[in-house]
């Protein structure tokens, strides 16, 4: 079984894939890529596209780190529907999913709003990927998932200090997490990537969507609460890794 992580930024220079290997309750990193080609023409398709398509031919299980949708309230306020008082709660309602309020319920923090924050530039992007792979069903499709890195560190217990990882100014900190899954994971082979994980958060988030992804085809994440379940489908579900799950993952 191969699985396949993309953290998705906006740009090709600042998107990653990586591809995990498994097999006999081992899992390998076989391919890392990262900085993937710009266009030389900007009105061109994106390389990096066609690329992340081309990798994942062959994987049994995707995970893309950007969101899938955009609340239905918001959805709605832009179709034309009449907007409700404002209230800090209908705020919140048309800057967050119902994924985001599980996440801040079961990882104690907020995602970034899809709707108001500059996250919405890989989520747009997002939706060209989704449409080529064929998801109709942004939640329960079986084989591509949105995933969360940060969530996964937080829920694996790998990183439950929230200093940032992010830069050059976060080195030190990739370090220590790459260090500690190591620790965590005599099973998973990292090969001659574990410098570049080091180096760049960019591949380490594309490492840790490869895992969560495995994950979640495992069925080791949270269930979609019923009353959240259609809404999942547009909106997007982000998943949330099972606490314990990081060590049941090669059986």
């Known amino acids: ?44 398709p994106s390389p990096g596209d066609l690329r992340i398509l081309a990798l994942a031919e062959g994987a049994q299980a995707i995970g893309i780190d950007a969101p899938f949708g955009w ?60 449409a080529a792979l064929g998801v109709v069903d942004r939640a329960t499709n079986g084989r591509i998932f949105e995933v969360y890195p940060r969530l996964g560190l937080t829920r694996w217990g790998l990183d439950r200090t929230g200093t940032g990882y992010k830069g050059k100014e976060g080195r030190a900190r990739r370090e220590e997490i790459v260090a500690s899954l190591t620790a965590r994971c005599p099973w998973l082979a990292l090969g001659p990537h574990a410098a570049t994980l080091c180096a760049e958060d960019h591949a380490l988030d594309a490492l840790l969507a490869a895992l969560l992804a495995h994950a979640a085809a495992c069925g080791l994440v949270e269930p979609i609460p019923d009353e959240d379940l259609a809404f999942a489908r547009t909106e997007g579900w982000i998943a949330v890794p099972a606490e314990g799950s990081l060590d049941r993952l090669p059986r």
Do not use: I, K, N
């Open 1 to 44: 079984m191969r699985t396949l992580g993309v953290d998705l930024a906006s740009s090709d220079e600042r998107t990653a894939c990586a591809v995990l290997a498994w097999a006999g309750g081992r899992a390998a990193l076989v391919a890392l890529e990262h900085g993937l080609a710009p266009r030389a023409d900007r009105a061109a």
């Open 71 to 130: 609340p239905a309230p918001f959805h709605a306020l832009l179709a034309g529907a009449r907007p409700a008082a404002w209230s800090d709660e209908r705020r919140d309602a048309l800057r967050f999913r119902r994924t985001d309020f599980a996440v801040r319920r079961l990882g104690g923090f907020w995602p970034l709003s899809v709707s108001s924050d500059l996250v919405a530039l890989p989520a747009l992007r997002c939706q060209g990927l989704l």
